[in-house]
């Protein structure tokens, strides 16, 4: 049964700190999306990569936030430093592309940074 | 822009009764339309989805047309369960490329 993997489940960090949230999406799948819930904000769509390179990350602060695919096979989201507002949980998926078609989602990264 | 506007919550039903969630789009193609559930504490999974005007997507009970002519989505369902209890949120994805665009998300709660 494929299935988006994510590391950790939950981390609870101080203000300051690098946080790093790891990804593995499904064997085959060409894109990858970033996503970060919270109430107030709703599904916000962070960055998303195809075929490993980025495709539009404007959904993210880049003077903390940076997203890679070292390889095909792992997504990496870093924040540094993490703030207080950063404390949501972060989603990652994958899909096949350029067909429009399902996206498949991890089980999330519930971040907490006190 | 493209984007989804869905019926806000929160949606309190009996079980057994008849539940309708508006989605409405807005897209500059032909896009293809989809339904996510979110239990508690997981992430989004797919519930149903529709790739042309007119298409009928279904899973589960729940069902959904793919209106062209309204840029609806509407889902429904005949009688809801406990186990629905869940956050919906509706979501469009652009032939063009692969990036979706999704709903603010509807919570809804079903009690015995």
């Known amino acids: 049964d494929a299935r988006v993997t994510q590391t950790p489940r939950h981390k609870v960090t101080e203000m300051g700190q690098e946080v790093t949230m790891r990804c593995q999406p499904i064997l085959g799948h060409n894109t990858v999306f970033w996503y970060r819930q919270t109430m107030m904000q709703g599904l916000e769509l962070l960055a998303y990569?195809?075929?490993?390179?980025?495709?539009?990350d404007s959904g993210m602060p880049k003077d903390r936030f940076s997203a890679e695919m070292p390889d095909a096979t792992l997504a990496t989201l870093k924040i540094q430093p993490s703030e207080p507002r950063d404390s949501a949980v972060y989603f990652c998926a994958s899909g096949l592309s350029p067909k429009a078609g399902e996206q498949f989602f991890g089980p999330g990264t519930r971040l907490t940074v006190l | 822009g493209d984007s989804v506007t869905q019926m806000e919550g929160p949606v309190t039903l009996s079980e057994e009764a008849f539940l309708t969630i508006n989605c409405t789009y807005t897209a500059t193609g032909y896009p293809s339309l989809f339904w996510y559930v979110q239990y508690p504490g997981e992430g989004l999974q797919l519930l149903l989805k529709?790739?042309?005007?007119?298409d009928k997507g279904s899973n589960k009970g729940f069902e959904a047309t793919y209106r062209k002519e309204t840029t609806s989505f509407h889902l429904e369902k005949g009688s809801v369960q406990v186990s629905d209890s869940a956050v919906y949120f509706c979501a469009l994805s652009l032939k063009t490329g692969n990036q979706f665009y999704f709903g603010t998300g509807t919570s809804l709660t079903v009690i015995p």
């Open positions: 529709a790739t042309k005007a007119d």
């Open positions: 990569f195809r075929n490993r390179a980025p495709l539009d």
